[in-house]
């Protein structure tokens, strides 16, 4: 049995989070373990910070966070892809290949899906699943803090390739968050014509600004909806992101595309929501209304190369810095704060 312990942060429940000690992981033949040199925070481990729910890919008490880099520190007898000291990346998911879903090229829907959760702690145990579909090397450009933001990125990008954003588009993106600023970094990479930020904090419409956005509107000082027709001669936008995940910017978001034009609702809702659409909306204007969940390991390894190869700057994406023992705080802050974006925890 494994004596030895390892510090992580442990979730029990909601905002029952705690720094504790725990057996390090042992691997098996086919996998490796990896201490973790940077963790970023997520609008999902957020929310399940905040909401007191789990989906189905978590049970607590659990150690959780999934957008992580760092080195690989054992290697299993069966492993041939990674070594000793390699600077690595992995996806929390890894499809099975072999499904209904993933036959379809869905991998990102498999319904026999590995789920890799953990990042919260000195090291991670990488299963040989996830090492064979869904890992990559870091290039030695590119720092541990940024290979951790290519999970975030890799589900931006899923959701910008389903929802056809193209050169020339008008995007409205609701919410100035980091997947918000994603959405408008690639926006802006894309060629569209023009971007407009939604958001009720100053302070991060101020900061989209700097990362591009040609417009801002504060939905707290200004009607949100009619500030988009406004800004757009009446006609909405080719294409907007919901980034936020309440029905009322799900709702909102429908009022503001035009004809022709597609709604993304990129950000998800607790669980029981429901929104009404107009039919008329669907059927005269034939505006496509869609969600996107997740990612499959092709965006992953594109969003990485994306980070390295400099096309995409992801490094304003941080704007703070704490060791493993705060993470609380973190979460503290990312609710109160209208700055915060991600956080980088060290362990």
């Given at each position: ?111 026999d899906m590995l789920w890799l959760w953990g990042a919260y702690a000195e090291y991670i145990r ?219 925890i060290i362990p």
């Amino acid at each position: 049995m494994n004596t030895e312990k390892m510090q992580a942060a442990l979730l029990y429940g909601e905002r029952d989070l705690r720094i504790g000690f725990v057996n390090k992981p042992q691997i098996d033949d086919d996998e490796v373990l990896v201490k973790i040199r940077a963790a970023t925070t997520c609008g999902t481990d957020l929310k399940i910070f905040q909401r007191g729910y789990v989906n189905r890919v978590i049970a607590l008490p659990t150690i959780f966070g999934h957008e992580w880099a760092g080195d690989v520190t054992e290697v299993g007898d069966d492993v041939s892809t990674m070594s000793n000291g390699m600077r690595v990346r992995a996806g929390n998911s890894a499809p099975c290949l072999r499904c209904r879903m993933c036959q379809k090229g869905r991998f990102n829907l498999c319904e026999d899906m590995l789920w890799l959760w953990g990042a919260y702690a000195e090291y991670i145990r990488v299963p040989a699943r996830t090492i064979l579909v869904n890992s990559q090397e870091i290039p030695e450009n590119v720092t541990y803090e940024e290979a951790a933001l290519a999970e975030p990125l890799a589900c931006v990008l899923h959701g910008v390739e389903e929802s056809d954003m193209a050169l020339g588009d008008t995007v409205v993106i609701i919410g100035a968050g980091p997947i918000g600023l994603l959405h408008l970094l690639l926006a802006k990479r894309i060629g569209v014509e023009k971007t407009i930020m939604c958001d009720i904090a100053e302070e991060r419409l101020i900061f989209a600004e700097k990362l591009g956005a040609d417009a801002t509107v504060n939905s707290s000082m200004t009607e949100p909806i009619d500030a988009i027709r406004a800004l757009t001669n009446d006609k909405g936008a080719d294409v907007v992101v919901e980034a936020i995940g309440l029905p009322a910017t799900w709702k909102q978001s429908l009022k503001m595309v035009s004809k022709g034009g597609t709604v993304l609702e990129f950000g998800g809702c607790p669980p029981g929501s429901h929104i009404q659409v107009d039919a008329e909306l669907l059927h005269y204007d034939e505006v496509t209304i869609m969600g996107t969940f997740h990612a499959t390991p092709t965006h992953f390894k594109n969003a990485l190369n994306l980070i390295s190869s400099g096309t995409l700057n992801v490094k304003p994406l941080i704007t703070k810095r704490m060791p493993l023992t705060r993470i609380k705080d973190a979460f503290t802050d990312l609710i109160s704060s209208k700055s915060d974006l991600k956080i980088a925890i060290i362990p």
